[in-house]
């Protein structure tokens, strides 16, 4: 199957054939997941989910560009545990500044940034680059967009290796999800009330939190849930970005 909308993969040729108007960045992390998901999981999701909602957007006629995932992610609270890399806010952001200008120089007008790891934090970049560059930018978790119906999907919910993303894991890329090695995913109170409430906000020591840095009980887990979820995540994204595609810059744009 030929997948035009891959820049990584296609040639001169196939750019110069079709106007492209909306491209899609994955940003994940390489971090712990449990002891039974893989470390590039964040990377994986966002490339992939991205990858069919250009699938899915192209089907509908809107002609959408992918982007490689930037791998790396924003891990300062969670490198407690082994080898998670970190990459500064402020580093990633100068990157993304950067994909920015070039998009800008070649005309495509709209970027839609797809996070997959609940670390990095793009709003105050868009927010930053508002006044700096015509192109618009659109920033989507994608892992919420379901969020309305993960409670009928899943049994439990979490935050982190959870049977969410260890379903979606096992979706996705199976062959390196060991469910067998999962563990229950308990999380630890902090002794402040405030904290717990949600009323104050702190970049939580992950290692204090959790024991295997997994967050909500992964067990129940399985391939088909994954599936569902990726499916309502993509046909609203799709949506979006064939909306997104067609909508003309007017000076009441976005509204
Ligand atoms: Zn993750």
Request: aromatic share 8%; net charge negative.
């Amino acid at each position: 199957m030929d997948h035009p909308w891959r820049l990584q993969e296609i040639t001169q040729k196939t750019v110069r054939q079709h106007d492209y108007t909306v491209a899609l960045l994955p940003v994940g992390a390489l971090e712990a997941h449990g002891m039974h998901v893989p470390y590039g999981s964040d990377a994986f999701h966002s490339a992939m989910v991205a990858d069919r909602i250009c699938a899915k957007a192209w089907d509908r006629g809107a002609r959408p560009l992918l982007l490689p995932a930037i791998p790396f992610g924003v891990q300062g609270n969670t490198r407690n545990f082994p080898m998670t890399i970190n990459v500064r806010q402020s580093h990633i952001d100068a990157v993304i500044t950067d994909i920015v200008e070039s998009l800008e120089f070649h005309g495509v007008k709209k970027l839609v940034i797809v996070n997959g790891h609940g670390g990095n934090d793009f709003k105050p970049l868009l927010r930053d680059l508002y006044p700096r560059t015509p192109v618009f930018l659109a920033l989507v978790d994608w892992w919420k967009v379901g969020g309305d119906a993960a409670k009928e999907i899943f049994a439990k919910g979490g935050e982190h290796a959870d049977e969410m993303e260890t379903s979606v894991g096992m979706a996705l890329f199976g062959h390196l999800v060991h469910l067998e090695d999962a563990g229950d995913g308990a999380a630890n109170r902090s002794r402040f009330d405030a904290v717990e409430k949600g009323w104050v906000s702190i970049a939580r020591p992950w290692h204090l939190v959790t024991n295997d840095s997994t967050h909500g009980d992964p067990r129940a887990a399985s391939k088909e849930k994954g599936e569902r979820y990726i499916e309502l995540v993509v046909d609203r994204m799709a949506e979006f970005i064939v909306q997104l595609a067609a909508a003309k810059p007017d000076e009441r744009f976005p509204y």
